[in-house]
């Protein structure tokens, strides 16, 4: 029997550096994503967030409140999720879902005024598709074109928590 996934999210910090350093995805996701060493020299209203368990760095991903969500959704309060990637090492062990999971909460914390997250998933990465729908995510319908093709553009909205 597997124990449970204990994961948590986190703003990135110089000490994630080494364990993410260490990342490696397999060759046909190479082409859906990039590896967090190639996405921390980030810019205002970009926030590299990362995966950890047991106080190692298990996933990545950068959160944008930048012009650059006006791509993808309407609302003024949405922000834009790019760059999800678990290490290859790691993977199969259900990190990402839980980390996902996590989200809303994490969001509602760290990012009170935001009240939805969209991102962009290509038509042919059909496992990440499945992740993100177990997870809350919906498929808005919009399609946009990406570097290698098509991509879906899934939001999940998140609620406001009562008083």
Known sequence: MNKPVH???TQYSIEHLPGLSLFELQKEQEQFTSLPVNTLAVTEGQYPIVIVSEKEPVGFFLLHSTERVKEYSANPDAMLLTS????????????AKQGLL???EFIRNEFPACTEIVLAVNHKNIPAQRLY???GFEDTG?????P???QFVYCLPLPKECG
Do not use: C, T, W
């Not at 678990?86 to 199969?92: E, L, R, T, V």
């Open 142 to 146: 919009r399609r946009k074109m990406g």
């Open 148 to 150: 290698i093709g098509e």
């Open 102 to 104: 996590l989200l809303p």
């Open 7 to 9: 994961v948590e999210l």
């Open 133 to 135: 729908e177990a997870v």
């Open 84 to 95: 999800f990637s678990i290490n290859h090492a790691q993977q199969g062990k259900g990190y």
